[in-house]
């Protein structure tokens, strides 16, 4: 089993720096990575459904997919549109506040329009009590924990580039290989024995130094040589001060523990449907649920280190 997920996940992690690659050198940003947003969208939305199908609330598929995919494109679509209607140079990061588009928040009107359809669906089949309140919970639980997070994903790719993006993945995915590696060579005490019993304490301070050294990986390394190689065409959003030099330090710090903590979040959810797994897509990993948990709640967190000037 061991062979196998490291063969799965050198070719997951080849697949995904040939796109990132694609995507930095494409005159459209997002043009290679949105497909792949919208294909893990979908899937985890599925995952999401089938777990909690398992206890009882079953939200309208259809809704909670829909839902989903707008808020995805709401993150997207407007930038594409703006660069094809409005003729903005190709690569434009962010809207011009003359465009009235930049006046619009699309995300949250997505989120808010999905939250509209799944009140309106559950109203059409509503028969007898006792079910609809989980259906409503659920429907929204899965479009803030998989759409709105994922959001943010695709705005650190617009707002600052591949190498955002690549920076938050390369961050977090070091702190999962911390924790699984050291708690299972020297872990001996628990971290939540009812969550996930195989998580230690041991695996923390492992999670904390590798994400750590995946931030200065990035930092030192990754995030300048991306931004030598950027297309003309590309224009990245900068704030007006420079990154202070320890950001890196503490953007580690804080997405090892968050990831760390994303993990436990899946593990929650898996735990109260009692599943090991939120599907069996990848043989030694999971699901793609299980392979995203992190990301999805570093993404925020990764967004407002950048916006606000912390690394970059």
């Known amino acids: 089993m061991l062979r196998w997920r490291l063969v ?13 690659w694609l995507d930095h050198r494409a005159a459209l940003p997002g043009a290679w990575l949105f497909p792949v ?13 089938g777990l909690m199908a398992a206890v009882g609330p079953r939200p309208i598929p259809w809704v909670v997919h829909g839902a989903n995919l707008l808020i995805v494109a709401g993150t997207w679509l407007p930038l594409l549109g703006a660069s094809l209607v409005q003729g903005l140079p190709p690569g434009w990061p ?9 006046q619009v928040d699309w995300v949250l009107l997505a989120l808010a329009a999905g939250t509209f359809l799944a009140f309106f669906t559950e109203m059409h089949r509503f028969r007898h009590p006792g079910q609809t309140v989980a259906n409503l919970a659920g429907a929204v639980l899965t479009m803030i924990y998989v759409g709105l997070m994922m959001s943010f994903l695709i705005r650190l790719r617009l707002g600052w580039g591949v190498e955002a993006l690549v920076s938050l993945v390369v961050t ?7 924790a699984y590696t050291v ?13 996930s019993p195989g998580k230690t304490v041991e695996g923390l301070f492992g999670a904390l130094l590798f994400s750590t050294f995946g931030a200065w990986l990035s930092f030192a390394w990754l995030v300048p040589w991306l ?6 065409a590309e224009l990245v ?24 903590l994303g993990d436990l979040a899946e593990s929650l959810l898996k735990r109260d449907v009692g599943q090991k797994d ?10 793609v649920l299980d392979v995203l948990d992190s990301l999805l709640l570093t993404a925020p967190v990764a967004y407002v280190a950048w916006a606000c000037g912390l690394v970059g």
């Open 8 to 20: 799965l996940g050198t070719a997951i992690i080849a697949a995904l720096a040939g796109l990132c």
């Open 37 to 49: 947003a919208v294909a893990l969208t979908i899937l985890t939305s599925g995952e999401m459904l």
């Open 94 to 102: 962010i809207f011009p506040p003359h465009w009235w588009g930049a």
């Open 172 to 178: 977090a995915k070091m702190g999962d290989t911390g």
């Open 183 to 195: 708690g299972r060579l020297v872990g001996r005490h628990k971290l939540a024995p009812v969550l």
């Open 227 to 232: 931004a030598r190689t950027a297309s003309n």
């Open 237 to 260: 959003h900068a704030t007006d001060a420079a990154a202070p030099t320890w950001g890196w330090l503490v953007f580690g710090l804080v997405i090892g523990l968050v990831g760390l």
């Open 278 to 287: 939120s599907s069996r897509w990848m043989p030694g990993f999971g699901g």
